[in-house]
């Protein structure tokens, strides 16, 4: 159980245009996701917190109006980055947390995204 | 603030032989600490997690590790290593006073078994 699917897994774009990457909780409901980048070789670095029927929070330093997070149902949550450029190629994860769960529960991670902006 | 160290970027151990991969963290109230794992191009996943109680804490794959309060230390520990262990090895953390909060990564260590 407990199952977390990321799509696309892999997407090239070119510099200027958006694109879309989902987060579904296959076989329970998320009140809460997160949206982890990870560079090469380094640590993941949270991005923002989405919260179910509310706006997501951001870390420091992530823009909000480039990075458009939604969180429509209990089920799914959408990272947008919008304007690509090949700065933002990077690969992207999310998390989420079983509705209900204690906070000690450990985060069910999709299997990420490898975004690359050319 | 919470923290996590990872002071290895890789450690290298021969199949057979036990392996620790370090962690210690800095959080204000108790931590909640996790391991988790990572093979390339893939998400994390879920190792073990420390919340309260046994200090030595046995998780997936054999896998253990052992809370220490007074050195703030969570290192990884399996007895005997195997080759497919190889993979990219996270520590988390979560601080207990903030409660809801994102997991707090290291930076990472990648665990090399050779045969």
């Known amino acids: 159980g407990a199952v977390v699917s990321q799509h696309p897994s892999r997407v090239i774009c070119k510099s200027g245009t958006s694109v879309k990457i989902e987060c579904r909780s296959l076989d329970f409901q998320a009140t809460t996701m997160f949206w982890y980048r990870q560079f090469p070789k380094q640590s993941l670095m949270l991005m923002a917190t989405?919260?179910?029927?509310?706006?997501?929070?951001?870390e420091q330093g992530v823009e909000k109006d480039k990075f458009l997070i939604n969180h429509a149902s209990l089920t799914l949550s959408t990272l947008t980055v919008t304007s690509a450029h090949p700065e933002d190629s990077s690969f992207y994860i999310c998390?989420?947390?079983?509705?209900?769960?204690?906070?000690?529960?450990?985060?069910?991670f999709g299997n990420g995204t490898r975004l690359t902006v050319t | 603030a919470q923290s996590v160290a990872q002071p290895e970027d890789q450690v290298n151990v021969a199949e057979g032989n036990p392996l620790t991969v370090k962690c210690t963290y800095s959080?204000?109230?108790?931590?909640?600490l996790f391991w988790y794992v990572q093979y390339p191009n893939r998400g994390l996943q879920f190792l073990l997690k420390y919340i309260t109680g046994d200090n030595l804490v046995k998780g997936s794959y054999g896998f253990e590790a052992e809370f220490n309060k007074s050195q703030t230390s969570f290192h990884l520990k399996k007895p005997s290593a195997l080759v497919s262990d190889s993979a990219l090895y996270f520590c988390a953390v979560r601080d207990s006073n903030q409660a809801g909060t994102a997991l707090i990564f290291g930076k990472g260590t990648t665990l090399s078994v050779s045969s």
């Open positions: 998390s989420a947390r079983a509705s209900g769960n204690k906070y000690n529960s450990p985060l069910h």
């Open positions: 959080v204000s109230g108790n931590p909640y």
């Open positions: 989405s919260n179910e029927g509310s706006k997501a929070t951001y």
